[in-house]
């Protein structure tokens, strides 16, 4: 199986899902909490559990991601260690 993105858009969606996984899972954890940073002014949303699941389910979407850019990666490290010239 060969790569669809290139090596530089593997490893930089994996970088930015790493990032909002672990960026997403702490703002979602303080809407599910109420925390008083999130859910003190009047501005804010009444419901942070509701906020929190929506906010879960973005990190799921960057999960997804990341196992796909991971595969893209892997097959771009499959592909190198091969070498220039190969039999296929």
């Known amino acids: 199986m060969k790569p669809v993105v290139g090596v530089m858009q593997a490893w930089s969606c994996i970088v930015i899902s790493v990032f909002a996984i672990v960026i997403l899972s702490i703002i979602g954890s303080l809407f599910k909490s109420n925390h008083h940073s999130m ?45 220039a010239i190969t039999l296929s």
């Open 39 to 83: 859910m003190g002014s009047t501005d804010d949303p009444k419901d942070g559990p509701a906020v929190a699941a929506t906010v879960f389910s973005a990190v799921i979407v960057y999960v997804v991601f990341l196992v796909g850019c991971g595969f893209q990666a892997f097959l771009h490290y499959r592909d190198n260690r091969r070498g």
